[in-house]
């Protein structure tokens, strides 16, 4: 084998012989006996060894086995009705959506946003009338009570004349 | 494959129980987390359960399609995607609890992953076929639907683009 193709070969494939082409692999490993093969291992060597420090990924999760085994049943009952509906690929990717959307939970849903809508109407009344000032009080009362109005009104009249002759 | 065809239920529990982790170990090595890559072969599983008649027994071996199916189905989705910054010392560890051999070790392997996920997909995908996966040089260009030739000159930029990369990191892995 030449150097060339050799080098070329352990550039692609690395220093292993296991994964060197079938059909070089008697060749390479002749080359490889000699001092220019040897060095050129070498080197290869040092990559293959930090790719060996690359963590192998964690094997499949029972749960996920078990979402990919469970397909078959979800795949043929969206395919007898047609299309896969958007709810149907939603459900396929998060099997939790079925718990939320059992008749039970969705009144339970249901009344807890009725509870925090009422409880949020309420607090906000609350709140707006604690934020009313005096003066709104003030006006409050003067709408409500005609007599009071309109006693501020001559009060108010006769402070108006009293400048005008002043 | 025949046999999940014509709607065998055994046959598909058996391929899952005997390919499943091998598809797997792909998807995350491409996609980078497991969350993301059981999303993509859950997606291939229900292509190949909705057009099982589309695979060729006499073209080639089953796992060799359905490699191709997991790797086109991760490519596509990493080209749709576009990468989301974290802030920095995101996944920072608490170190103090750590060994100095430890870190060490935890730098070298960090550097490692950093070197491989910074190569471009395809690229990446070779190195995973042919080195992790341990597929013939034949098998995994007909995986990329390439052929040998450009299967090795993929091996041979990714391979010398890590070398590169490792070869300026502190931990002087080479």
Redesign the interface.
């Known amino acids: 084998m030449e150097h060339k193709i050799f080098k070329?070969?352990v550039?692609?494939?690395?220093a292993a012989p296991?994964?060197w082409?079938?059909d070089m692999r008697d060749g390479a490993e002749g080359f490889a006996a000699t001092e220019a093969g040897a060095e050129i291992l070498r080197t290869?060597l040092?990559?293959d060894?930090?790719?060996n420090?690359?963590?192998?990924?964690?094997?499949?999760?029972p749960a996920?086995?078990a979402?990919?085994?469970a397909?078959?049943q979800q795949?043929k009952a969206a395919?007898s009705k047609g299309r896969a509906s958007l709810l149907q690929k939603l459900r396929?990717?998060m099997p939790e959506l079925n718990n939320w959307l059992r008749p039970g939970a969705l009144s339970a849903q249901g009344t807890a946003l009725a509870t925090a809508l009422v409880l949020g109407v309420w607090v906000g009344g609350q709140e707006a009338a604690a934020e009313q000032t005096p003066f709104d009080e003030e006006l409050a009362l003067l709408e409500l009570t005609p007599q009071a109005s309109s006693t501020l009104d001559a009060i108010l009249l006769d402070e108006t004349l009293e400048g005008d002759t002043q | 494959m025949a046999a999940l065809v014509s709607g065998d239920?055994t046959a598909?529990?058996a391929l899952?129980?005997r390919h499943?982790?091998r598809f797997?170990?792909v998807a995350?090595?491409l996609m980078g987390n497991?969350a993301s890559?059981?999303?993509m072969?859950?997606d291939a599983?229900?292509k190949l359960?909705?057009r099982a008649d589309k695979f060729n027994a006499e073209a080639g071996r089953f796992t060799t399609w359905f490699y191709r199916v997991v790797s086109n189905r991760c490519l596509d989705e990493l080209r749709r995607k576009r990468p989301v910054a974290l802030p920095e010392g995101y996944d920072k560890e608490d170190e103090t609890a750590q060994t100095d051999a430890s870190l060490i070790e935890r730098d070298?392997?960090e550097?490692?992953?950093g070197a491989?996920n910074t190569l471009p997909e395809r690229q990446k995908l070779a190195?995973t076929l042919?080195?992790?996966e341990?597929l013939?040089?034949k098998e995994a260009a007909e995986v990329m639907d390439i052929n040998?030739k450009a299967l090795?000159?993929l091996?041979?930029r990714g391979?010398?683009s890590?070398?590169n990369q490792?070869a300026t990191q502190k931990s002087a892995?080479?």
């Open positions: 070329d070969m550039e692609a494939y690395g296991a994964r082409p079938a290869a040092a990559l060894t930090a790719l420090l690359s963590q192998a990924p964690a094997p499949a999760r996920f086995l979402k990919l085994q397909l078959p795949v395919s396929w990717r | 239920q598909y529990a899952i129980t499943a982790d797997l170990s995350t090595r497991q890559a059981e999303d072969v859950q599983f229900i359960l909705t070298k392997k550097a490692v992953e491989l190195i042919c080195y992790f341990e013939s040089n040998i090795e000159s091996l041979t391979r010398q890590m070398k490792l892995l080479l």
